[in-house]
């Protein structure tokens, strides 16, 4: 910006948008400071080096609401996990999977592990059937990225939200009217 510009031409474009043309460093520095703004080199690997003349602290504050505007926008998925274990109890595993869903319909990926001590390593397949069961019963608000794989002693499969899940909406909750009790006298 101003005297910092090292090119010795550019290419200079005004406030309204206008190219002035190539002109000398010294100058376009000399026209910016005659309108009260500041000569900013916009392209500095272009051939002439392309320079406009414009408010540099508006500009930079434009630049750093954009900024805000597009970290505001960017949704953040999370990465979840649930364990479960090979003999898990029908209200654990019902427990479970309705904070699984929860978690699909609000975006994020879900990591569903099974977990296999001492004596369990030789029924993979109750881990393997319990894992099939959360996909099935999540088929609605999720899918299975893939089949359920070894890692170690766990037993895991990667849960993502289906696209067309509508967004999370709170219940609309009925206004009832109630008629006084009549009373004796």
């Known amino acids: 910006m101003n005297e910092e510009i090292t ?60 900024d805000k505007d597009a970290r505001k926008k960017q949704k953040v998925q999370a990465l ?17 999977v309705r904070a699984i869903r929860n978690f699909l319909e609000d975006g ?12 369990e390593m030789s029924f993979l397949d109750k881990g393997e059937d319990v894992l099939n069961r959360v996909i099935a019963d999540c088929e609605f608000v999720g899918k299975s990225e893939g089949p359920a794989r070894m890692e170690g002693r766990y037993m895991r499969i990667m849960m993502t939200p289906q696209a067309s899940t509508p967004a999370k909406s ?16």
């Open 7 to 66: 090119a010795s031409e550019v290419l200079v474009i005004d406030e309204n948008g206008v190219k002035l043309g190539v002109i000398k460093v010294a100058e376009a520095i000399e026209i910016a400071d005659s309108r009260m703004f500041d000569l900013v080199e916009v392209a500095p690997l272009a051939n002439p080096p392309v320079c406009r003349i414009l408010d540099y602290g508006k500009y930079r504050y434009q630049l750093q609401k954009k």
């Open 80 to 96: 979840k996990e649930m364990k479960m274990r090979p003999k898990i109890d029908e209200h654990d595993y019902d427990f479970k």
């Open 108 to 119: 994020h990926r879900v990591k569903v592990s099974v977990f296999f001590r001492g004596r």
């Open 170 to 185: 709170k219940p609309k909750v009925e206004k009832i009217e109630t008629v006084p009790a009549k009373t004796k006298i």
